[in-house]
């Protein structure tokens, strides 16, 4: 018996990245899936990769709320009620203080925060009686800070505190909520920031990571960790993984 057998599981950014390798995962496991993206083309290659059968996909704004209830109840109409919500959607921009105006907060609180929190309220009319499970996923910057990237290290401190209140609301319901706090992992996203910075800052961020940069399937195996019935009894936790970033 594989450890997500008859799980229905959620992902949003799942067409690349951390979302993919956590959707990736979660089929690997046995899992049902549900993958959201924006981007069709990239969504239709990253379905194609999931083992097993009974996945589902659907291209979707999160910024859209009537767009966002649509897709999760046709997730749960596809897929059964669903057990579990990997929040991997998200976005990043460097904007140093003097460049940064309100507008740039607006967007990252609106991409981070808002289209989270959208998903993760129709995920709760709809998930399993019990023992269901929302995990975010935020960022080493919201508990470190970062030069130039203030507006997104806001966004992504602020998913710390959803997660926090949302654990409290929603235990009556049996609902669990974490948040992974990933260090810098090596992703499409990540190759982009670093093409935009100086080689020397580069390789100051790879070698404040003791054990060297991430990997999405790193952050993809503790997300199905706390998604998963070994986590039956956390809920509200911050779950860092950074290579040793922290200690440093």
Not at 100 to 118: D, F, G, H, Q
Not at 214 to 241: M, N, P, Q, Y
Request: positive net charge.
């Amino acid at each position: 018996m594989k450890r997500f057998d008859n799980y229905s599981v959620l992902v949003t950014g799942a067409s690349s990245g951390i979302g993919l390798a956590a959707a990736r995962l979660f089929a690997e496991d046995g899992a049902r899936v549900a993958m959201i993206g924006r981007n069709e083309n990239r969504l239709k290659d990253a379905f194609s990769m999931l083992a097993g059968a009974g996945h589902w996909w659907k291209k979707c704004d999160l910024a859209m709320e009537e767009e966002v209830e649509s897709m999760v109840k046709e997730a749960a109409a596809n897929l059964g009620a669903l057990d579990a919500v990997a929040l991997c959607a998200g976005s990043h921009a460097i904007r140093p203080l003097r460049m940064a105006k309100n507008r740039y907060y607006l967007e990252m609180y609106e991409k981070n925060v808002l289209t989270a929190m959208s998903v993760a309220r129709c995920f709760s009319n709809v998930a399993k009686a019990t023992g269901a499970s929302i995990v975010f996923v935020s960022s080493a910057v919201a508990l470190r800070g970062g030069a130039g990237v203030t507006p997104y290290a806001a966004a992504k401190g602020a998913l710390l505190s959803v997660s926090r209140a949302l654990a409290m609301e929603l235990a009556p319901k049996k609902i669990r909520v974490n948040v992974v706090v990933p260090g810098v992992v090596d992703t499409p996203m990540t190759e982009k920031y670093f093409k935009s910075m100086p080689s020397a800052s580069v390789d100051m961020i790879r070698q404040s990571h003791p054990l060297g940069l991430g990997k999405a399937e790193d952050v993809a195996a503790a997300i199905a960790f706390l998604s998963s019935s070994d986590a039956r009894w956390i809920t509200g936790a911050e779950l860092v993984i950074d290579g040793g970033l922290s200690i440093r």
